[in-house]
């Protein structure tokens, strides 16, 4: 960066940070391009990219894209944009998917974690979009123990781990892919998946944008899908204000056997799930550096027959019986057997040292010294 680039892709917030070091400046950038305009004013960086835009040339040409122009957006755009040309995608060019929306209000959460195991079982491609990342990684992982192979996709997987998943459910079964896809709201925008039949709102949106996005993941291209809102009896009130203001008009719906076969269709057959066994370790060598030591296994090996951390007992040469009259053993751990990781530890009983080696120690001395390598 200090020594410059043509093309910085930046967020706001690390963007920002740069310019505060004066790492990075401004004054130079001919084009400036901000994405996902009203997304970034729904997370809050409205500000920041306020101040990134006037710290680039007024004489240089800014592109806006964005959904929508509420939320600041179009004052965004009034004060850059001088004399700008829009360009909107046409509606009309656009085939129009049959979307259908149903709400479910589940008994509890119990029944509502059966009710997402049902939803979960068909045949065709659906995504299940949750508040947290962790609900996204944990339900995944319930559906696959259950038989339904299902990947996530949240903030916290890089960038191969996201390819790999959406891979895995772009791709036919026949060729290892799945039927179910968990994400959060960073699967709401931006991906695109051909014949998605089902998308389900298993934590409802906390705004009525999220909604759009999320649902328009379906019904794409001039196809049909359902949109499915799951709430608890608690989450009521919520709800129907997230659908006024999408300008959604659906009744809420009791969970009935008949609403939820109809739903799923026709189910998949069962994967069992098998899960991935750990390797097995082998059993650590015993490592010895000195000769005549017996158990005592010391000058710097670090294991021994008795619980505890090894320091210097002996030197080379020198017989374990020498090195036990010269130090006295201080057991730890069991003392009963050979431990996975034992060692002797020795403190000395008199000023002398415990062997031709090492430095003196106190008699209620705890150190140990630092084992030699072989």
Same mark, same amino acid.
């Given at each position: 960066?200090?020594?410059?680039?043509?093309?910085?892709?930046?967020?706001?917030?690390?963007?920002?940070?740069?310019?505060?070091?004066?790492?990075?400046?401004?004054?130079?950038?001919?084009?400036?391009?901000?994405?996902?305009?009203?997304?970034?004013?729904?997370?809050?960086?409205?500000?920041?990219?306020?101040?990134?835009?006037?710290?680039?040339?007024?004489?240089?040409?800014?592109?806006?894209?964005?959904?929508?122009?509420?939320?600041?957006?179009?004052?965004?755009?009034?004060?850059?944009?001088?004399? $700008?040309?829009?360009?909107?995608?046409?509606?009309?060019?656009?085939?129009?998917?049959?979307?259908?929306?149903?709400?479910?209000?589940?008994?509890?959460?119990?029944?509502?974690?059966?009710?997402?195991?049902?939803?979960?079982?068909?045949?065709?491609?659906?995504?299940?979009?949750?508040?947290?990342?962790?609900?996204?990684?944990?339900?995944?992982?319930?559906?696959?123990?259950?038989?339904?192979?299902?990947?996530?996709?949240?903030?916290?997987?890089?960038?191969?781990?996201?390819?790999?998943?959406?891979?895995?459910?772009?791709?036919?079964?026949?060729?290892?892919?799945?039927?179910?896809?968990?994400?959060?709201?960073?699967?709401?925008?931006?991906?695109?998946?051909?014949?998605?039949?089902?998308?389900?709102?298993?934590?409802?949106?906390?705004?009525?944008?999220?909604?759009?996005?999320?649902?328009?993941?379906?019904?794409?291209?001039?196809?049909?899908?359902?949109?499915?809102?799951?709430?608890?009896?608690?989450?009521?009130?919520?709800?129907?204000?997230?659908?006024?203001?999408?300008?959604?008009?659906?009744?809420?719906?009791?969970?009935?056997?008949?609403?939820?076969?109809?739903?799923?269709?026709?189910?998949?057959?069962?994967?069992?799930?098998?899960?991935?066994?750990?390797?097995?370790?082998?059993?650590?060598?015993?490592?010895?550096?000195?000769?005549?030591?017996?158990?005592?296994?010391?000058?710097?090996?670090?294991?021994?027959?008795?619980?505890?951390?090894?320091?210097?007992?002996?030197?080379?040469?020198?017989?374990?019986?020498?090195?036990?009259?010269?130090?006295?053993?201080?057991?730890?751990?069991?003392?009963?057997?050979?431990?996975?990781?034992?060692?002797?530890?020795?403190?000395?009983?008199?000023?002398?040292?415990?062997?031709?080696?090492?430095?003196?120690?106190?008699?209620?001395?705890?150190?140990?010294?630092? $084992?030699?390598?072989?």
């Amino acid at each position: 960066m200090r020594s410059g680039v043509d093309i910085v892709v930046a967020c706001p917030g690390r963007l920002e940070d740069l310019m505060k070091q004066r790492i990075v400046a401004l004054d130079a950038v001919e084009i400036a391009v901000l994405d996902e305009a009203d997304h970034m004013a729904d997370l809050g960086f409205l500000p920041g990219v306020t101040r990134i835009l006037t710290a680039t040339p007024s004489r240089g040409q800014r592109l806006l894209f964005s959904a929508t122009l509420d939320r600041g957006i179009d004052a965004l755009a009034k004060r850059f944009l001088h004399n $700008p040309v829009s360009h909107e995608v046409d509606e009309a060019s656009v085939p129009v998917g049959e979307m259908t929306h149903r709400v479910l209000v589940a008994a509890d959460a119990d029944a509502k974690k059966k009710l997402v195991e049902d939803l979960a079982s068909g045949r065709g491609r659906r995504i299940l979009f949750t508040r947290t990342k962790h609900h996204a990684k944990k339900l995944a992982k319930q559906l696959t123990s259950a038989g339904i192979p299902a990947v996530d996709l949240h903030g916290n997987l890089g960038q191969n781990a996201r390819e790999r998943n959406l891979a895995a459910f772009g791709a036919d079964i026949a060729d290892g892919g799945v039927r179910v896809l968990v994400a959060t709201d960073v699967a709401a925008r931006g991906v695109h998946v051909d014949d998605v039949e089902l998308v389900v709102h298993v934590d409802p949106p906390v705004e009525h944008k999220a909604y759009l996005h999320r649902s328009g993941r379906t019904a794409r291209a001039g196809a049909a899908g359902t949109v499915v809102t799951l709430t608890l009896p608690e989450q009521r009130r919520d709800v129907k204000d997230i659908l006024r203001k999408a300008q959604i008009a659906v009744g809420l719906e009791d969970v009935t056997p008949a609403i939820v076969a109809e739903l799923v269709g026709e189910r998949a057959a069962k994967v069992k799930y098998v899960p991935a066994q750990p390797q097995p370790q082998g059993k650590p060598k015993a490592k010895s550096s000195g000769q005549g030591h017996g158990n005592a296994q010391a000058a710097g090996s670090g294991r021994g027959r008795s619980g505890g951390r090894g320091g210097r007992a002996g030197a080379r040469g020198q017989s374990g019986a020498a090195a036990r009259d010269q130090a006295q053993p201080r057991q730890r751990g069991t003392g009963q057997g050979q431990s996975r990781r034992t060692a002797q530890v020795y403190t000395t009983t008199s000023g002398a040292p415990a062997a031709s080696q090492g430095r003196p120690r106190s008699a209620g001395s705890r150190r140990a010294s630092r $084992p030699q390598g072989n």
